[in-house]
Every structure is written in C-alpha cells, then in structure tokens.
C-alpha cells in the first residue's frame, strides 16, 4: 500500500505562484501520477497527469501555467502553478495510478483571493 501526503498549499494573491508537492511512502515508478482538484460545490477534475515515462497531460485551464513532474528516486510528484487565478482555488489531491491499484492523499487547500 502507498501512502500519499501533499503539502505546499496556502494562500496566494492573483498572478503569484505555488508549488505543490506529493509524498509517497513507497516506490512511485510504475504509476501514473496525477493532481485532481475540487471545489466548494463542484466534482473533483483532473488538473495534470503524468505517466512512469514522463508523459504529461494538463487541463485546458491550466496549460501554460502549471507543470506537473516526478522525482522516482525521491518518490514525489510536483505541481508548480503559476499565474494563479481566484478560479484556481480548490483542495488539491494527489492520485497514483497503476494496474492493480489506485491511491488518494488527503487533499491541501490552495486560495487564491486578492
């Protein structure tokens, strides 16, 4: 079983940047990874992925300002969000992926409000 801890949330001012990390306690290698977010009111979506082979895939709404990557050694995922829009404000969750199972952190909550 792989835990997952995110961390790196808080409150940012429009157009400032954040970068949220993924800790998992065992070996991320053969997982897709990915951040999901949910607001008040609204269903969890998908905001980046990124497969065992570097592979990314991004939410229209966040392409071009956030970035996803891993580091397998250090088994954490990133999210650098740039930019940031009062409409980016959500609890962000980490999501690993593989074949035979699917893990979920707690969430972090990122606002962004002026």
């Known amino acids: 079983q792989v835990q997952l801890v995110e961390s790196g949330g808080g409150l940012v001012q429009p157009g400032e940047s954040l970068t949220l990390s993924c800790a998992a306690s065992?070996?991320?290698?053969?997982?897709?990874m990915g951040w999901y977010r949910q607001a008040p009111g609204t269903q969890r979506e998908l905001v980046a992925r990124?497969?065992?082979?570097?592979?990314?895939i991004y939410a229209d709404s966040v392409k071009g300002r956030f970035a996803i990557s891993r580091d397998n050694a250090k088994n954490t995922m990133y999210l650098q969000m740039s930019s940031l829009k009062p409409e980016d404000t959500a609890v962000y969750y980490c999501?690993?992926?593989?074949?035979?199972?699917?893990?979920w952190g707690q969430g972090t909550q990122v606002t962004v409000s002026s």
């Open positions: 065992g070996s991320i290698r053969s997982y897709v």
């Open positions: 999501n690993a992926v593989n074949l035979l199972n699917i893990y």
């Open positions: 990124i497969t065992s082979g570097g592979t990314t």
